[in-house]
């Protein structure tokens, strides 16, 4: 069992657009703090999404994956018996 990339990445997303969110939040009804932007609030915008992001890419590094187990195998692998 080797280490899923998706997992620190998803974690890394996480905590970045939490930050930026939660900061986009706060300055939210600063008007001059958005003014290069055309008044959109960026932080909250690009925060929201790679929090998003990186909750799927840790989820889904986290997903139970499938083993090569002879005594288990994956279900479109295990043998059907024949009818008569």
Do not use: C
């Amino acid at each position: 069992m080797g280490l899923d990339i998706r997992i620190p990445l998803g974690l890394i997303f996480l905590l970045i657009g939490g930050l930026m969110s939660v900061y986009g939040l706060i300055t939210r009804h600063s008007p001059d703090i958005y003014e290069k932007s055309m008044g959109i609030n960026l932080n909250l915008t690009w925060g929201l999404l790679m929090f998003v992001f990186g909750a799927v890419m840790y989820f889904v590094g986290r997903r139970q994956k499938w083993q090569d187990d002879p005594v288990d195998p994956r279900p479109w692998e295990k043998p059907t018996a024949p009818r008569h």
